[in-house]
C-alpha cells in the first residue's frame, strides 16, 4: 500500500539521516493526513490509493511552477531544492508514459470506444484515466485526443 511505502521511506530516511528526503516525506504524510482529516469531515473513510496519487502529482506540479518562478527570479538554490522534492515524491508515483507512448495510448482508446467527434472526448478521457491511473498527463492527453479527433 502506498502510504505504508511512504511511511517505510521515512523510517529510512531518518536512519540515513537524509534531511531533504526526511523533510519532503514529512510533507507528503501532512498532506494525506490533511486530507483523511477533511475525508472524515464529510463521513468518509481514509483516502485511498488513487486520492494520494493524485494528492502526489499535485504536489508535483506545485513544485515544478515553484522552481519556475524561482529560475525566473535567479534563485537557483531554491529552484534545485524544488527539484529534489520533485524526484522524491516522483519515488511514489507510477512510471509516466513518454510523449510518444501517450500518443499511442490516446489512439487506442478512440479506435476502441469509436469516438467519431469532438463529444466523445469526455468518453476517451475516462477511458485513459481508467486504463493508465496516474500515469499519464491528462491536460498532454487531452490535446492529443483533441488533435485526433478534430
Same mark, same amino acid.
Given at each position: 500500500m502506498l502510504r505504508d511505502e511512504i511511511n517505510e521511506a521515512l523510517k529510512k530516511a531518518m536512519k540515513d539521516q537524509d534531511k531533504r528526503r526526511l523533510a519532503t516525506l514529512r510533507l507528503i504524510n501532512a498532506a494525506v493526513k490533511d486530507r483523511d482529516i477533511a475525508a472524515r469531515a464529510d463521513g468518509k473513510d481514509a483516502v485511498g490509493e488513487d486520492d494520494i496519487?493524485?494528492?502526489? +502529482?499535485? /504536489?508535483? @506540479? !506545485? @513544485?515544478?511552477? +515553484?522552481s519556475q518562478v524561482y529560475a525566473e527570479a535567479g534563485r537557483t538554490e531554491l529552484a534545485e531544492d524544488e527539484r529534489a522534492e520533485i524526484e522524491i515524491i516522483k519515488d511514489f508515483?507510477? @512510471? !509516466?508514459? +513518454?510523449?510518444?507512448?501517450?500518443?499511442? #495510448?490516446?489512439? #487506442?482508446?478512440v479506435k476502441d470506444i469509436g469516438a467519431s467527434g469532438l463529444r466523445d472526448m469526455g468518453k476517451c478521457m475516462s477511458a485513459l484515466k481508467e486504463r493508465f491511473p496516474g500515469?499519464?498527463? /491528462?491536460?498532454? #492527453?487531452?490535446?492529443?485526443?483533441?488533435g485526433i479527433l478534430n
Open positions: 496519487r493524485q494528492l502526489l +502529482s499535485k /504536489m508535483i @506540479r !506545485q @513544485r515544478e511552477e +515553484s508515483l507510477p @512510471r !509516466q508514459l +513518454s510523449a510518444d507512448e501517450v500518443k499511442s #495510448a490516446c489512439e #487506442a482508446v500515469q499519464i498527463d /491528462m491536460g498532454q #492527453a487531452s490535446s492529443v485526443v483533441k
